[in-house]
């Protein structure tokens, strides 16, 4: 057995099949290694890493790895926070705090339409990285609606486009940039340490080895994603996709969401980071039945959190949380690589991830076998739910 491949903490002998699923993926060169987190009414049953965080340097629970999309329910919980205080109106045009997003008719386009991917200006999403961040608001602006599309009527997840708005309306709303309110008031405040929406230069050199690198798999086998893993794109704040941190952050997050965790220290020290019917506000299904025109997959939607969608489709729904997964789960997958979500039926909360991008078809059948696994090694898989 290959040094990449042993266990890295005794707790992956707690959920032996998981485990197993993500050895099978690093033998059969899916990804290089990873990171696994799940917690059970707050209570941790597994935290572990396998194999290696790039060539030569092995995985721990503290490697602070990429989550792409899985990053997006952060600023969601920051436009819920907003919500709470009265600052921001879900169903309010976007123009309304963004006066310049009201062109080439987006004038329609609400908060609400944004965080269920219902807002139709995906051809924003070519944003490039080397544009500031008041550059890349203008561009967004500036961008067209998708023609014949009625806001809320039809569906099309937006990639990096729409949360770009959505950070800028915190921004507005509360005076602080994005990654500043997410860090300050969601990641600091529940003691999720080492995670950035948008790393900074002298913090990414710092990290040094600590640092996990993204690889894509090719024909010749997996080689690290050169521009993913540097210092300039670390330094981005994309809130659709920039996110770094140890997956077990990912979990705490989740488990915030459940009630199991809550805010540490400063004025709302004892709270929750969201009051309850907020939480059930924005994990609801918001959007119901509609087809999905980027996933090519009907999908249900929450506010920023997509929602067990197996009922379209246990074995083709992309980004699921798996078979076993209760109706009312919630969460987000990111690109080819990791997923969190929380289960509130079993109090379940869970996040991974795999430095390995293997394509969208492997990706899903290695993660619908992860999430399956997670429920089995708990004894959750013939639970009523």
């Given at each position: 057995m290959r040094q990449g491949e042993i266990f890295r903490l005794d707790d992956a002998a707690a959920m032996p099949l998981t485990a197993a699923v993500l050895h099978e993926g690093i033998r059969a060169q899916h990804h290089l290694g990873a990171q696994f987190h799940a917690s059970v009414k707050g209570q941790t049953v597994a935290d572990f890493a396998v194999g290696e965080s790039r060539d030569g340097v092995a995985m721990t629970p503290d490697t602070i790895n990429l989550w792409f999309s899985s990053g997006k329910p952060l600023t969601a919980v920051a436009i819920a926070r907003l919500w709470e205080r009265g600052l921001v109106d879900l169903d309010a045009p976007v123009a309304a705090c963004v006066p310049e997003f009201a062109q080439h008719g987006k004038e329609r386009i609400s908060v609400r339409h944004l965080l269920t991917h219902t807002a139709g200006f995906r051809a924003a999403d070519r944003i490039k990285d080397s544009l500031s961040w008041d550059q890349a608001i203008e561009t967004i602006c500036a961008t067209p609606m998708e023609?014949?599309?009625?806001?809320?009527?039809?569906?099309?997840?937006?990639?990096?486009?729409?949360?770009?708005?959505?950070?800028?309306?915190?921004?507005?709303a509360d005076g602080r940039a994005v990654d500043r309110f997410v860090a300050e008031e969601i990641l600091t405040s529940l003691g999720l340490n080492d995670c950035w929406m948008g790393l900074s230069r002298e913090r990414f050199q710092s990290y040094g080895e600590r640092i996990g690198w993204m690889h894509l798999r090719?024909?010749?086998?997996?080689?690290?994603?050169?521009?993913?893993?540097?210092?300039?794109?670390?330094?981005?704040?994309?809130?659709?996709?920039?996110?770094?941190?140890?997956?077990?952050a990912l979990a705490g997050f989740y488990?915030?969401?459940?009630?199991?965790?809550?805010?540490?220290?400063?004025?709302?020290?004892?709270?929750?980071?969201?009051?309850?019917?907020?939480?059930?506000?924005?994990?609801?299904?918001?959007?119901?039945?509609?087809?999905?025109?980027?996933?090519?997959?009907?999908?249900?939607?929450?506010?920023?959190?997509?929602?067990?969608?197996?009922?379209?489709?246990?074995?083709?729904?992309?980004y699921?949380?798996?078979?076993?997964?209760?109706?009312?789960?919630?969460?987000?997958?990111?690109?080819?690589?990791?997923?969190?979500?929380?289960?509130?039926?079993?109090?379940?909360?869970?996040?991974?991830?795999?430095?390995?991008?293997?394509?969208?078809?492997?990706?899903?059948?290695?993660?619908?076998?992860?999430?399956?696994?997670?429920?089995?090694?708990?004894?959750?898989a013939n639970r009523t739910h």
């Amino acid at each position: 057995m290959r040094q990449g491949e042993i266990f890295r903490l005794d707790d992956a002998a707690a959920m032996p099949l998981t485990a197993a699923v993500l050895h099978e993926g690093i033998r059969a060169q899916h990804h290089l290694g990873a990171q696994f987190h799940a917690s059970v009414k707050g209570q941790t049953v597994a935290d572990f890493a396998v194999g290696e965080s790039r060539d030569g340097v092995a995985m721990t629970p503290d490697t602070i790895n990429l989550w792409f999309s899985s990053g997006k329910p952060l600023t969601a919980v920051a436009i819920a926070r907003l919500w709470e205080r009265g600052l921001v109106d879900l169903d309010a045009p976007v123009a309304a705090c963004v006066p310049e997003f009201a062109q080439h008719g987006k004038e329609r386009i609400s908060v609400r339409h944004l965080l269920t991917h219902t807002a139709g200006f995906r051809a924003a999403d070519r944003i490039k990285d080397s544009l500031s961040w008041d550059q890349a608001i203008e561009t967004i602006c500036a961008t067209p609606m998708e023609p014949g599309w009625n806001p809320g009527e039809r569906a099309g997840y937006q990639l990096f486009s729409s949360w770009f708005i959505l950070g800028e309306i915190v921004r507005r709303a509360d005076g602080r940039a994005v990654d500043r309110f997410v860090a300050e008031e969601i990641l600091t405040s529940l003691g999720l340490n080492d995670c950035w929406m948008g790393l900074s230069r002298e913090r990414f050199q710092s990290y040094g080895e600590r640092i996990g690198w993204m690889h894509l798999r090719t024909q010749s086998g997996l080689r690290p994603h050169s521009a993913w893993n540097s210092e300039e794109s670390a330094a981005v704040v994309r809130p659709g996709g920039n996110v770094r941190g140890p997956i077990k952050a990912l979990a705490g997050f989740y488990e915030a969401l459940l009630g199991f965790r809550r805010v540490n220290h400063g004025p709302g020290a004892g709270q929750p980071v969201l009051q309850t019917s907020t939480v059930a506000e924005f994990t609801r299904r918001q959007r119901v039945g509609l087809f999905d025109e980027t996933f090519g997959h009907t999908m249900d939607w929450g506010l920023g959190f997509g929602v067990n969608s197996n009922r379209y489709g246990v074995d083709t729904v992309p980004y699921g949380f798996g078979r076993f997964a209760s109706d009312s789960t919630f969460g987000h997958g990111g690109s080819q690589s990791s997923c969190g979500f929380a289960d509130p039926t079993h109090g379940l909360a869970v996040a991974w991830v795999c430095n390995g991008m293997t394509g969208e078809v492997a990706h899903q059948e290695r993660a619908r076998r992860i999430n399956a696994a997670i429920y089995e090694d708990l004894g959750l898989a013939n639970r009523t739910h």
